[in-house]
């Protein structure tokens, strides 16, 4: 018996965060799974939760919530279980900064080549009157352009190698930071790494020749310890497709 | 508690922690720069990670026990912890929720839009030296050079009209202020917007609450007390790189 329903797609990226931070905090919560490649997330029933047609979305009893860091906050804060924010208030700085950069800076960097790699290929077979009038029905034009181009594998190299470089960049950064202590904001596990796993649990397959035991050591020590706690397994365990199981990596052990 | 604030004219992100650090009583070691010179690329200030890939662009500076804090809004947050006023945060969670999904708003869509725009209309003089972000050097040199695209202001004068429609919405209850209590997203919203009244005029031209709040907001003491540290008579009107436009949706 629960409250909460959260809207989600793949333990992955943006949906992947509330998720964990939900399990983390061993919240019960009614999974209402979106297949994002389906377009379910501008469908009239998903619109009037919300209607950006952004996922993930959560609702708690009448009141719904948007903007996956943002919610990870909510959870921290509107239920018992451990807490996930620092109490220290240089290290609640940190945490948001942490949020931040990885939101607006490096995982829009990382999506665009997801995007052109496998969300694009993946619906591009489709009817293309069809796949037309779906994003005709997304609400937000940014969202409309970015579907276009990765349908139309429409990147410019420009841009691409705009991503690549901020890639390689931003996991330069993440090992420095997780050089200096064990977890990215503070000294005990909480929204920055729960954040940070969600666009980073992949990298050492995505970005083998920047992420790997040799060069980042710090990255992968980290990787492998938010992947041995119980709440990730339970998490992952909701992923649908290729794009979650890719986490089995982080079993191998350090080179 | 004592921390040294590097800051620019009150206005965009400095106007929002000074305003801030004045709202909490927190005590300050001010020190001026010049942010339209660079002056915070230089080597008097420290440059860990967290100043030099700050995706705010050219904001202020706290250092506390040699922690360099930047990023309005959480800096703000930071001061809201530790200072001694009334709280500029809701308490409850679903009420600070909503001031940090709005803030966000502010962060992702208005503040690039007004940094776009606030450069246009003021191109700063020349691009500074040492800048470590070659993104944030970049920003510099369209705005120098008055090189962003014409879609591009555009766009962001859209993003201002819908900004102050979406202030006129959220006032409409008759509340004081955006989130019922006054919030750090009063402040944030006003140190990006004061400065688009002269630049996008149509935004403001039928916006009675929104001009009731600003005259508000304008008229608490902190408020009062961070514009006075302007050395010139219009800060709205100065302008150094700010956040960059969505590259990603």
Redesign the interface.
Known sequence: MTDVTLYHWEPNANSGKPMLALFEKGVAFDSHYLDLLNFDQHRPDYLAVNPLGTIPAMT?GD?V???S???M??VD??FDGPRLMPAD??D???T??WM??LD??LA??F??IGWSVFVGPSVRQKDPAELEAAIDRIP?P??R??WRKAIHGAFSAE?MT??Q??VALGIG?LE??LGQREWLASDEYGLADINGFNLAYAMPLSQPQLCNDELTPNIMRWLRAIYARPATRACWALGRTDLARRISLLESEPA | MTGILYHGQPNGPSFTVLAAAFEKGVDLDLRAIDLVAGERHSTALPHAIEVDQSIEGEGPVLVVDGVAMTDSVFVACYLDEVGSGPAIRPADPYARWQMMAWCRYVIERVAPAAAALGNAAAPPPAVPAGIASADLAARWTEAVEGKVEESRLTDSRTKIVQAVEKIEAQLADGRDWLMGDFSIADLETHGWLAGMRAIVPDAFAAAPLTDAWEARLRARPAVVKALGLATIPEPEAIWAPGPEINRWG
Request: overall charge positive; glycine content about 0%.
């Open positions: 708690h009141k919530l948007t903007e860091t943002a919610i906050e909510y804060e509107a208030p240089v609640q700085w940190r948001r900064w931040k950069f607006q800076w829009p960097s999506s665009m937000m940014e969202r352009v970015a841009e705009e991503s470089r901020r950064y420095q930071a």
